[in-house]
């Protein structure tokens, strides 16, 4: 038994676990619970981390001496990792990733770093300190003689493994039962450890006893959050601002499938509204897509705006200005949890409970629209969001391309399967739906005289791709197909000759960008980056390089070239890919200019405590 590599292997697991739960400082608002929960996953995650490493190691066990340098090795960088994402997450709210590495590989970085010289005097200072301690605690087990070496190991396997078998198994439980149970005030703090791996058995909770994950909104707001949003108190101007705002917004359409033969009546509105040619979802599924829409924020805030239930400013101001809210959706809006977050404080101007298919919630949502509007009524705010095209829904009827019944097995569709051919001309006859229902309430605004008076846009959460540039659906990757949606925007009649609009659409242009536009022209004074990470469409030097986007796991920045993907998940760091963004094909020894992963970097904590 090599006892001197087993007891150098203990000591080191006791320093990497220090080093773990001082990452539990980065969170400020525990309760009791919720730090002993997050305290046990960061003692979980060193010790599983740990045992990795034993079994790697393990193949070594013939050399006594070379698993002893190997080992030594191991831990320092292990150790030097950790202390470098302390360190990054102190700055930036997440743990080392993609970007994160790209910055660092990338030729020009240091120069948009800027960090100077002392950085580099620290790591090397840590580098060599690591060392010397780890030779030091290697000659003081060497003091010790076979004899206390065999009994101080044999002591601390009785003092540490049973303990940590019941630490690991605890958090694990409490984890997986906090998520059963939406509990995010437990959930939100493991955010801080490194490498943490959770576990959750809703799957195995609904199937054998009947416990599915609690979904309904909780209609409290929050007092403690890790949020600074708005950066500043907003500054409302003196005139009394009132036109009709109507945002129409159709699930899963693509920029490309706005045509004289798909949507005749969206081309004919065309003409008295603002194309945006080079316009993009701050996502590529409906809960990120709709929240950039509704925050102006990168969609990357999801996750701490729903743990705080943290209100968009849109619709306070709206409150202020007096203006009726109105949100019909043919989807349930507490899966995405939207009333959580965009609507938390407006639950009772919620109608989303509608029957039937995708097409007849659609039908039931516009004619709900329609009973809504009154020429009477200046102040109107109203948000619809139908839902056809994202399940390939339409009357019978209105099979106007001829798609063929059935079932249609999805994850058997390959780029050459016919079933592919179904499902596309299943959407398109969906999208044509939601295409006349758009006209229906054009028709309706028109006859109650409010079509000239009001400011009208369409467009939609994410789009909808099939092979055009190798992936399927949405959520499956940053394509064009996927992100690249149609804005349009009817200005009121008094502001359309106020805008120059040339500029615009040389530029890319991103949902983030929609609510610090209606702000401003609803009078809010503040400098649209103090509540947004978008810009006023109509401000004389509005310009993007880039565009944001992000889902889950992943975050892209979209140029008029380019589209780079980061993985934010700790296995999958070195998947760091630049893709043509015509073609989506990954550009061999490319990298994202260092300036727009450090502009994405601040802007993604901007409004982070």
Request: one cysteine or more; proline letters at 4%; hydrophobic letters at 40%.
């Amino acid at each position: 038994m090599n006892t001197k590599y087993l007891l150098f292997f203990k000591f080191n697991l006791f320093l990497t676990i220090a080093i773990f739960i001082s990452f539990l400082w980065h969170y400020q608002t525990y309760t009791f619970l919720s730090f002993t929960l997050t305290f046990l996953g960061a003692i979980s995650s060193a010790v599983m981390l740990y045992m990795v490493f034993y079994i790697l190691l393990f193949i070594f066990s013939f050399s006594k001496t070379l698993i002893l340098y190997l080992s030594m090795a191991l831990f320092v960088i292990t150790d030097i990792t950790l202390i470098t994402d302390f360190f990054i997450y102190k700055l930036f709210h997440f743990h080392i990733n993609a970007m994160v590495l790209n910055i660092l590989t990338s030729p020009d970085a240091l120069d948009s770093i800027q960090a100077g010289i002392v950085p580099v005097f620290i790591s090397i200072f840590l580098l060599i300190g690591f060392i010397f301690l780890e030779f030091k605690l290697l000659k003081t087990i060497e003091t010790y003689g076979e004899n206390k070496r065999v009994k101080l190991n044999t002591k601390l396997n009785r003092f540490i493994i049973l303990p940590f078998i019941i630490i690991i198994l605890t958090e694990k439980i409490s984890f997986g039962m906090a998520t059963l149970f939406s509990k995010n005030e437990l959930i939100v703090p493991f955010k801080v450890i490194p490498l943490y791996q959770p576990l959750t058995f809703n799957k195995l909770a609904a199937k054998h006893f009947g416990l599915k994950a609690e979904k309904q909104a909780q209609f409290s707001i929050k007092t403690h959050s890790d949020l600074n949003y708005p950066l500043k108190p907003i500054v409302l101007d003196n005139r009394s601002i009132g036109f009709p705002i109507f945002i129409i917004a159709s699930d899963s359409v693509t920029y490309g499938a706005i045509n004289q033969e798909l949507t005749p009546n969206l081309m004919h509105f065309s003409k008295d509204a603002l194309v945006f040619k080079h316009h993009y979802s701050g996502g590529n599924s409906t809960r990120f897509g709709i929240f950039s829409l509704m925050y102006g924020l990168n969609s990357s805030y999801w996750f701490s705006f729903l743990n705080s239930n943290q209100k968009p400013i849109l619709f306070d101001i709206l409150q202020k200005r007096d203006y009726n809210i109105s949100i019909i959706s043919s989807t349930n809006t507490n899966w995405p949890e939207f009333r959580k977050t965009c609507y938390v404080n407006i639950q009772n101007k919620i109608q989303d409970h509608f029957d039937g298919e995708p097409w007849e919630k659609d039908a039931q949502s516009t004619n709900c629209f329609i009973a809504q509007l009154s020429n009477k009524d200046k102040k109107i705010f109203s948000f619809i969001f139908l839902d056809s095209p994202h399940g390939y829904s339409y009357p019978p009827s209105d099979n106007i391309y001829q798609a063929e019944s059935g079932e249609v097995n999805y994850l058997a569709i390959t780029k050459e399967s016919k079933e592919l051919d179904t499902v596309k001309k299943r959407y398109k006859n969906a999208v044509h739906y939601n295409d006349i229902l758009f006209g229906k309430m054009i028709a309706a605004l028109k006859k109650q005289k409010l079509y000239e008076k009001s400011l009208i846009i369409y467009t939609s959460d994410h789009g909808q791709e099939f092979f055009e540039q190798g992936n399927f659906g949405h959520n499956t990757a940053f394509s064009e197909p996927q992100v690249h949606i149609p804005l349009l925007m009817k200005l009121p009649k008094p502001l359309q000759d106020k805008i120059n609009f040339s500029q615009i659409n040389n530029s890319l242009t991103s949902h983030q960008d929609i609510v610090p536009t209606l702000l401003t022209l609803l009078g809010v004074e503040n400098n649209t980056t103090e509540y947004s990470n978008g810009f006023n469409f109509f401000d004389p030097h509005f310009h993007h390089d880039y565009v944001f986007s992000s889902n889950w796991n992943n975050n892209a920045i979209v140029t008029k070239d380019t589209i780079s993907v980061f993985s934010n998940l700790p296995n999958k760091i070195f998947n760091n890919e630049v893709h043509d963004r015509q073609s989506y094909k990954i550009l061999q020894h490319k990298n994202t200019q260092s300036n727009y992963l450090l502009d994405v970097i601040k802007e993604n904590k901007k409004f982070l405590k």
